[in-house]
T-cell receptor
């Protein structure tokens, strides 16, 4: 596609439920990143994929968070047993390779609200 | 001390003013420096990136990096109401396995008043 696509754009869920967030990167982009943006905070790194492997998962905040990627395509971020502190905008980004010199292209994010 | 410090503002300027946005950082391993612009309810959009110390210009935008002082700046000339957004500085270093995790500042909210 022309850009990074994320769905749903908004999600309201009850505390304790599981949620799945989807990211469709730009075609041909091998590197994919998930970030979290809490209100009034900077972006927090969650996980990095190169192809379908995740060599850097250091940002996942707890074992309730997991992510997978199919080939060099769609990625899903799953949050189990959601808590109120999980409320945030979850942003996905992709780039052609893992190079850091020219940044990434972000999607518009999924706004998650846990009530 | 946070790795990247950025004054959150808000910053309000009249149309046509020169805007100066700044970040400081503590990690000398950072190699790449970027500025992103984020409109409300949108993802960040890459504005500028630089690798070395010095200036880089693109239209009304100039990015400046001073590695010796661990200080980066973004200047916006002839600011327009459409420049009203949150500006995020970001920087990265290799973490191995091809990962270049970006570390972001909290962002500065800018309003340009017509």
């Amino acid at each position: 596609g022309a850009g990074v696509s994320q769905s749903p754009s908004n999600k309201v869920t009850e505390k304790g439920k599981d949620v799945e967030l989807r990211c469709d990167p730009i075609s041909g982009h091998t590197a994919l990143y998930w970030y979290r943006q809490r209100l009034g905070q900077g972006l927090e790194f969650l996980i990095y994929f190169q192809g379908n492997s995740a060599p850097d998962k250091s940002g996942l905040p707890s074992d309730r968070f997991s992510a997978e990627r199919t080939g060099e395509s769609v990625s899903t971020l799953t949050i189990q047993r959601t808590q109120q502190e999980d409320s945030a905008v979850y942003l996905c980004a992709s780039s052609r390779t893992g190079t850091g010199g020219n940044g990434y292209t972000f999607g518009s994010g999924t706004r998650l609200t846990v009530v | 001390q946070k790795e990247v410090e950025q004054d959150p503002g808000p910053l309000s300027v009249p149309e046509g003013a020169i805007v100066s946005l700044n970040c400081t950082y503590s990690n000398s391993a950072f190699q790449y420096f970027m500025w992103y612009r984020q409109y409300s309810r949108k993802g960040p959009e890459l504005l500028m990136y630089t690798y070395s110390s010095g200036n880089k210009e693109d239209g009304r935008f100039t990015a400046q990096v001073d590695k010796s002082s661990k200080y980066i700046s973004l200047f916006i000339r002839d600011s327009q109401p459409s420049d009203s957004a949150t500006y995020l500085c970001a920087m990265s270093a290799s973490r191995g396995a091809g990962s270049y995790q970006l570390t972001f500042g909290k962002g500065t909210k800018l309003s340009v008043i017509p």
